[in-house]
C-alpha cells in the first residue's frame, strides 16, 4: 500500500520570497503523484500531477513540482510566494491502475505568508 | 459547469441521529468518492465506487453506508450519529471514458457537527 508524508506541519515564508514543500511517498512502482491546494472554507484544488514523462511538472498558480525517484519525493516549489498563496497544502500518492485512483493524501503543510 | 456539487454545506446533528449526504457531479464521471478530513489526518476514504451500483470500503468505511443508483449521485449515509464523526466531508470524482489518467475533482465540503 501507498503512504505519503509531509514532515512540515506549518511553514511560514515571507511574501516574495521562495518556497518549497517537502513530500515523500511509499510505493512499490512508479506512483500519480498530485499536489492539491485548499483554501479555508473551501474544497480541493488541484495545483499539478504527475503521472510519466518530463519529472519537473509545471502547474496552476505559478507553482511547479520535481518527481525523484531516488529520494521518493515530490516537492512543491513556487520560486515568489504571494500573499493569497496561504492555505493548506496536500501531497498525494495514487496506486497505478487506468481510470481508478485510490488516493492516500498527506496530513497536510499551513503555508502562513507574512508581509 | 458546476462540477461536483455537495448537500447540505452544513448540518448539526444529535447523537443517535441519522442523516444523508448528497454529491452530484455533471462530468459524465465513472468513480466517486467519499472522504473525511479531521484536524492533522488528511483526507481519509470512507467509501468509493467504479460505477453505478457499485459501491466498495475505503480506509474508515465503519458507521457509513453509500449508494451510487444513478451515475451522477452518490449517497453517504449516517445511520446513527457518534461525536466521532464530527468532521468535514469531502466527495469526489474522476475518470471518462477515453479520458482516463484524469485527476479527481472535489466538492466544497460538507461541515457536519455531532452534538
Known amino acids: 500500500a501507498q503512504s505519503v508524508t509531509q514532515p512540515d506541519i506549518h511553514i511560514t515564508v515571507s511574501e516574495g520570497a521562495s518556497l518549497e514543500l517537502r513530500c515523500n511517498y511509499s510505493y512499490g512502482a512508479t506512483p500519480y503523484l498530485f499536489w492539491y491546494v485548499q483554501s479555508p472554507g473551501q474544497g480541493l484544488q488541484l495545483l499539478l500531477k504527475?503521472?510519466?514523462?518530463?519529472?519537473l511538472v509545471q502547474g496552476i498558480k505559478g507553482f511547479e513540482a520535481e518527481f525523484k525517484r531516488s529520494q521518493s519525493s515530490f516537492n512543491l516549489r513556487k520560486p515568489s510566494v504571494h500573499w493569497s498563496d496561504a492555505a493548506e497544502y496536500f501531497c498525494a500518492v495514487g496506486a497505478r491502475n487506468t481510470g481508478f485512483q485510490k488516493l492516500v493524501f498527506g496530513t497536510g503543510t499551513r503555508l502562513l505568508v507574512s508581509p | 459547469n458546476a462540477g461536483v456539487t455537495q448537500t447540505p454545506k452544513f448540518r448539526v446533528l444529535k447523537t443517535g441521529q441519522s442523516m444523508t449526504l448528497l454529491c452530484a457531479q455533471d462530468m459524465n464521471h465513472e468513480y466517486m468518492y467519499w472522504y473525511r478530513q479531521d484536524p492533522g489526518m488528511g483526507l481519509r476514504l470512507i467509501h468509493y465506487s467504479v460505477g453505478e451500483g457499485t459501491t466498495a470500503k475505503g480506509e474508515v468505511p465503519d458507521g457509513y453506508n453509500v449508494s451510487r443508483l444513478k451515475k451522477q449521485n452518490f449517497l453517504l449515509g449516517l445511520e446513527s450519529a457518534a461525536p466521532s464523526q464530527t468532521s468535514v466531508y469531502f466527495c469526489?470524482?474522476?475518470?471518462?471514458?477515453?479520458?482516463?489518467?484524469?485527476?479527481?475533482?472535489f466538492g466544497d465540503g460538507t461541515r457536519l457537527s455531532i452534538l
Open positions: 469526489a470524482s474522476s475518470y471518462s471514458m477515453g479520458s482516463p489518467n484524469q485527476p479527481q475533482h
Open positions: 504527475y503521472f510519466s514523462g518530463d519529472t
